[in-house]
C-alpha cells in the first residue's frame, strides 16, 4: 500500500482512537512517546537536507552557461512567483485568522501547551518590533560561526551561507570542483533516503500526534483545522486560478485556459503522487509535446523548477507559521512577518521533490521566529490533502513558467492554434 493511503488510514483510525482513549491513561502517554520520536526525527533531517539541497542545487545552476539569458529568466520567473504566492497566503491568513476561534487564540482547543518561559521569551521577540528592526534579519544572516549557528538551528544563516557556498563551488574549476560537487550531490541524495526512510514511519507519527491531540481536545480541534484548511485551499486556489494565468495573458501573452487544458495530465498525477520529482518526465511531456516548447528550454527550466521553485509549498509554509502564531495568541508584527516571508522563499529552495518533506522546512521557519515545534503534530492532521494540492501547484508554475519563458525567448509556437495537443510517447533526445 502506497504512503499516502497509508498516512489517510492512519489519520482516521487515530480520530476514532483518540476519542475513545481517556486524556490520563498511560496509552495517552505511549502517544505522546512515539510522536515525540517522529518529531525528532524530523528535527533531525533538517540541517544537512536544507544545506546540501541549496548548495547541490545552487552549484549546478552556476556551471557552464547556465547562468545566461536563459538562468536569469528563470531565476527570476521562480522568486516572483514563489514572492507572489508567498504574500498571497499571508494576505489570506491574515484575513481568516484560522488561530483564533470566537477572538481568542484557538491554542487550547489545539491542546498547544508551550512552556509559560519559553512562550514569553518568544512574545519578546516578536512583538513590538518596529520597521527599524527589519535591519536585524539581514544582520542574523551572517553567522559570525557556521558551525554554532547549524547547532543552534539559526536557518537563516544556515540558508544564506548555503546559497554562497554553493554559489562559488560551482566556480571552482578542474577535479577540485567535480569532487565537490559530487560530494555535496551524494550529501543531497543521501539525505533525501534519510528522509524518506523516517516518513515511512510518518504513519505511526501521525497516528501517535493525532490520537493524543484528539484525546486531549475531542472534537473542538476541528474547528480551527477546517479554518486552516480552507484558508490554504483558497490561497492556492488564488495564485493557481488569478496570479498564474495573469503572469500567462500579460507576460506570455498565451490563453490561461489553454494552457490548463495542455498541463492537466501533469497537475493530475502531481496531485495523486504529491511528488514534484515523480512527476517531472511526465510535465515534460506535455510542455514538450502538447505546449510546444523546445527541448532547449524545457530541459533546463522544469528540472531547476522541480528542485528550486516551490510556489504552494512556500505559500503553506507560511500560512501555518501564522495559524500557529495566532494559536499561541502571539501578534506577529511587520517585522517577524517580514522574516517568514523571507525564510519561506528561501527555504523553499531546499524543499526536496519528495511527498511531506515541506514538514521539514516548516520547522526551519517555526525555529526562525521562535515558535515551538510541538504545533507540527496539528499541521499533519491536513497535510496529506493539502501536500497534493500544493504540489500540483508547484508543477503548475513550473510549466507556466517554462511556456512564459520560451514565448520571451521567441518560440512563437509555443501553445499556437496548430498544436494539436495529443500526448505521444516520450522522445529520448
Not at 147 to 167: C, H
Not at 375 to 390: E, H, Y
Not at 407 to 413: A, I, Y
Request: charged share 15%; net charge negative.
Amino acid at each position: 500500500m502506497k504512503l499516502h493511503w497509508q498516512i489517510m488510514i492512519a489519520i482516521v483510525i487515530a480520530i476514532f482512537v483518540g476519542l475513545i482513549t481517556p486524556h490520563n491513561s498511560q496509552i495517552y502517554q505511549v502517544y505522546g512517546f512515539f510522536g515525540t520520536l517522529f518529531l525528532n526525527a524530523l528535527k533531525m533531517v533538517i540541517v544537512p537536507l536544507i544545506m546540501a539541497s541549496i548548495i547541490s542545487s545552487m552549484a549546478s545552476l552556476n556551471q557552464g552557461d547556465n547562468l545566461g539569458r536563459l538562468g536569469l529568466k528563470t531565476l527570476g520567473y521562480y522568486a516572483t512567483t514563489s514572492l507572489i504566492a508567498i504574500l498571497i497566503g499571508l494576505t489570506v491568513v491574515n484575513i481568516t485568522t484560522p488561530g483564533i476561534i470566537d477572538g481568542a487564540p484557538a491554542g487550547e482547543l489545539l491542546n498547544l501547551h508551550a512552556d509559560s518561559a519559553e512562550l514569553e521569551s518568544t512574545l519578546m521577540k516578536v512583538e513590538g518590533r518596529g520597521s527599524k528592526d527589519l535591519i536585524e534579519i539581514f544582520i542574523r544572516m551572517i553567522p559570525t560561526n557556521i558551525v554554532a549557528a547549524a547547532a543552534e538551528g539559526q536557518m537563516l544563516g544556515l540558508i544564506f551561507f548555503s546559497l554562497l557556498f554553493g554559489f562559488f563551488m560551482g566556480r571552482v574549476e578542474g577535479r577540485r570542483g567535480e569532487v565537490l560537487r559530487d560530494f555535496w550531490k551524494g550529501v543531497s541524495k543521501t539525505m533525501v533516503l534519510i528522509t524518506q526512510f523516517v516518513l515511512k514511519f510518518a504513519p505511526i507519527g501521525i497516528f501517535a500526534l493525532i490520537a493524543k491531540t484528539v484525546s486531549a481536545t475531542g472534537f473542538d480541534a476541528f474547528a480551527p483545522m477546517l479554518v486552516f484548511l480552507l484558508t490554504v485551499i483558497t490561497a492556492l486556489a488564488l495564485h493557481a486560478f488569478v496570479a498564474l494565468p495573469l503572469l500567462l495573458k500579460f507576460v506570455g501573452g498565451v490563453s490561461p485556459l489553454k494552457q490548463l487544458s495542455v498541463m492537466s495530465p501533469a497537475m493530475l498525477m502531481a496531485f495523486s503522487t504529491a511528488s514534484s520529482s515523480a512527476t517531472l518526465p511526465l510535465t515534460m511531456e506535455c510542455v514538450k509535446k502538447r505546449a510546444g516548447v523546445s527541448h532547449k528550454t524545457a530541459s533546463f527550466v522544469l528540472p531547476l523548477g522541480a528542485t528550486v521553485n516551490m510556489d504552494g509549498t512556500a505559500l503553506y509554509e507560511c500560512v501555518a507559521a501564522m495559524f500557529i502564531a495566532q494559536a499561541y495568541g502571539l501578534e506577529l508584527g511587520l517585522v517577524t512577518q517580514f522574516t517568514i516571508v523571507l525564510v519561506a522563499l528561501l527555504t523553499s529552495i531546499g524543499v526536496a521533490g519528495i511527498p511531506a518533506a515541506s514538514l521539514v522546512a516548516i520547522t526551519v521557519i517555526l525555529a526562525a521566529i521562535g515558535l515551538p515545534l510541538e504545533a507540527i503534530g496539528l499541521l499533519l492532521v491536513t497535510d496529506r490533502v493539502l501536500d497534493m494540492m500544493r504540489t500540483a501547484v508547484n508543477v503548475y508554475s513550473d510549466a507556466c513558467g517554462t511556456v512564459i519563458i520560451a514565448r520571451t525567448e521567441g518560440e512563437s509556437w509555443v501553445l499556437s492554434p496548430e498544436q494539436d495537443h495529443e500526448v505521444t510517447e516520450p522522445d529520448n533526445d
